[in-house]
């Protein structure tokens, strides 16, 4: 049981560099999220995507993009990292059952990016 | 916007029965939901309340008051694995099944033998 896949788990960039970070589920789920998370806080909404093909801000959007390449795939993209990007980012994906529309987010390991 | 505040940090004993507050401050509210993170691990989800009242999982149990915007979970017969950091969060403002979720600050809970 795969669940939710993040790669890679760790990444080291220099401050201007771009990356893209992987997240691939095999729940079947139609929605896909990523967060950042930083010390001493809770996790915070980048980007989500309802369904294949759509995609839509979180809280915390500026110097992200993401892109939802199939149902599966989800990836984040920062085109010019920066010092403040240094964070532990998750990514998600979730079903919603009963109801009363519980909203289940089953999460991947993380990626550790630092950004110098 | 949305806004949660939960205690930084509880300390029990193991064996013992711990409850962490969560009040929250949302444009619309679509549930409560808890989810616990060791360190250096992925959030795992606990709990989810809809409705007023207690929802019981095993040792672990949620409550909700919606006029009161509060809600807690409580441990029973605590064990050193539970130490953990506990997060309550409430889904996003527009209803959508879809929304990510805002999450709480965390509270990590310290377990002494």
């Known amino acids: 049981n795969a669940g939710v896949t993040q790669t890679p788990k760790f990444q080291v960039l220099k401050t201007g560099q771009s990356m893209t970070l992987q997240c691939a589920q095999d729940m079947n789920h139609n929605s896909m999220y990523w967060y950042r998370q930083d010390p001493g806080m809770g996790l915070r909404l980048i980007y989500y995507?309802?369904?294949?093909?759509?995609?839509d801000k979180g809280e915390v959007p500026n110097g992200y993009n993401v892109s939802r390449l199939n149902k599966r795939e989800f990836s984040l993209r920062l085109e010019s990292a920066a010092p403040s990007q240094t964070s532990v980012y998750f990514c998600?994906?979730?079903?919603?059952?009963?109801?009363?529309?519980?909203?289940?987010?089953?999460f991947g390991a993380g990626t550790r990016l630092s950004v110098l | 916007g949305q806004s949660l505040e939960q205690p930084s940090e509880v300390t029990a004993v193991e064996g013992a029965i711990v409850q962490i507050n969560c009040t929250y401050q949302?444009?619309?509210?679509?549930?409560l939901s808890w989810y616990q993170q060791h360190d250096g691990g992925a959030p795992t989800f606990l709990s989810y309340n809809a409705l007023d009242g207690l929802e019981e999982t095993g040792r672990f149990s949620s409550f909700l008051s919606r006029s009161d915007s509060y809600g807690y979970l409580l441990l029973q017969e605590l064990q050193m694995k539970d130490s953990a950091s506990y997060f309550c969060a409430v889904r996003g403002a527009s209803g959508g099944g879809a929304d990510g979720l805002t999450f709480g600050k965390g509270t990590h809970l310290i377990i002494q033998p």
């Open positions: 998600a994906s979730s079903e919603v059952v009963g109801r009363l529309a519980k909203n289940i987010q089953y």
């Open positions: 995507s309802a369904s294949e093909g759509t995609t």
């Open positions: 949302t444009s619309g509210f679509y549930g």
